[in-house]
């Protein structure tokens, strides 16, 4: 068995294009992930993260503390910590923190687009535009 591929969240850049601070732990880019890629999120007291949808992927979302409202195609689901959310295919998702503290939640989409700028569709404007999309790269 070789090494484990080990990252540490602090070491990863933020992403924050579409809200809140997003880090991609393990990915094709930075571990060689053939399946999918997955991170931690972090948002502010009211804090969200755009609305958008993944053409391809499902997305597994786990709260280990704070309340959130994922909007879910329009229908709002209450979150709190302990709770997992499976977003489907091709829905549209829009998360806000819902409390008065920071949120944290962990997340896995899979599978992989085909190519990486086909994993994410905007429907509402991203709140940092200047950032970077995220890029996690492609299966190898």
Not at 1 to 29: H, K, Q, Y
Not at 47 to 66: A, D, I, K, N, R
Not at 74 to 88: C, F, N, T
Not at 107 to 133: C, I
């Amino acid at each position: 068995m070789s090494a484990p591929l080990r990252v540490n969240a602090d070491e990863v850049v933020p992403n924050r294009r579409r809200g809140g601070d997003i880090r991609v732990t393990l990915s094709p880019r930075n571990v060689g992930a053939s399946s999918g890629f997955g991170g931690v999120l972090r948002l502010a007291a009211g804090e969200f993260v755009t609305e958008h949808y993944h053409p391809y992927s499902e997305e597994f979302l786990h709260v280990v503390s704070g309340e959130l409202v994922m909007t879910l195609d329009g229908e709002p689901v209450r979150l709190v910590a302990g709770d997992s959310l499976l977003v489907p295919t091709g829905v549209r998702h829009r998360l806000s923190n819902a409390g008065g503290q920071e949120a944290h939640v962990v997340f896995h989409l899979s599978p992989l687009a085909p190519r990486p700028e086909l994993g994410h569709v905007d429907t509402e404007q991203v709140s940092e535009p200047s950032q970077p999309a995220l890029d996690v790269g492609h299966a190898r």
